[in-house]
T-cell receptor
Framework: NAGVMQNPRHLVRRRGQEARLRCSPMKGHSHVYWYRQLPEEGLKFMVYLQKENIIDESGMPKERFSAEFPKEGPSILRIQQVVRGDSAAYFC????????????????FGPGTRLTVL | QQQVKQSPQSLIVQKGGIPIINCAYENTAFDYFPWYQQFPGKGPALLIAIRPDVSEKKEGRFTISFNKSAKQFSLHIMDSQPGDSATYFCAALMNRDDKIIFGKGTRLHILP
């Protein structure tokens, strides 16, 4: 049973370019979350999606960032016109939407995409 | 405003010692407190979690102590091993919310 998959693992972009990060949730999981981790910081919530719906985007910057989770295919986090401050590790997590080992909707994290903006 | 404060930032312990990582929170609406372990180049993995109606939870060599009145909780690792060297994050969430609030992390190094 494959875990959460993210690609690419490393992404280098020049300022002003677009970055597209992909996340394939675990089999049977219908909930996807995106978090950003800056150097020496904890993870910060960005957005929570279910298939074809954005449930909570309260942590997403208002401009340049967007996320989707289509009916078919992976979830995509898109960053337009990247700036140096976007350099970070972006983690995707998925959950089944039902209670897990601790009676809450446990999230399983992927290995992350490390974005470097030159 | 940081909702979960974690200390220390880094910690070095001899093999067999008991590293202790502390966290404090402010929002009394939090009702779930997980700890995550992250190895370099990997995503965080859930290690152990506790609800505020319990004062202690043990899983193997890992123990969470919880003080609801002080709004503090801590992770203890018994008989620590070099393989425990990793970054540990405390976290909090409201079960109805699904949004995990992470501390800044503690980089733990266990000396052989």
């Amino acid at each position: 049973n494959a875990g959460v998959m993210q690609n690419p693992r490393h992404l280098v972009r020049r300022r002003g370019q677009e970055a597209r990060l992909r996340c394939s949730p675990m089999k049977g999981h219908s909930h996807v979350y995106w978090y950003r981790q800056l150097p020496e910081e904890g993870l910060k919530f960005m957005v929570y999606l279910q298939k074809e719906n954005i449930i909570d985007e309260s942590g997403m910057p208002k401009e340049r960032f967007s996320a989707e989770f289509p009916k078919e295919g992976p979830s995509i986090l898109r960053i337009q016109q990247v700036v140096r401050g976007d350099s970070a590790a972006y983690f995707c997590a998925s959950s089944p939407g039902t209670s897990g080992r601790y009676s809450y909707n446990e999230q399983f994290f992927g290995p992350g995409t490390r974005l470097t903006v030159l | 405003q940081q909702q979960v404060k974690q200390s220390p930032q880094s910690l070095i312990v001899q093999k067999g010692g008991i590293p202790i990582i502390n966290c404090a929170y402010e929002n009394t609406a939090f009702d779930y407190f997980p700890w995550y372990q992250q190895f370099p180049g990997k995503g965080p993995a859930l290690l152990i979690a506790i609800r505020p109606d319990v004062s202690e939870k043990k899983e193997g060599r890992f123990t969470i102590s919880f003080n609801k009145s002080a709004k503090q909780f801590s992770l203890h690792i018994m008989d620590s091993q070099p393989g425990d060297s990793a970054t540990y994050f405390c976290a909090a969430l409201m079960n109805r919310d699904d949004k995990i609030i992470f501390g800044k992390g503690t980089r733990l190094h266990i000396l052989p």
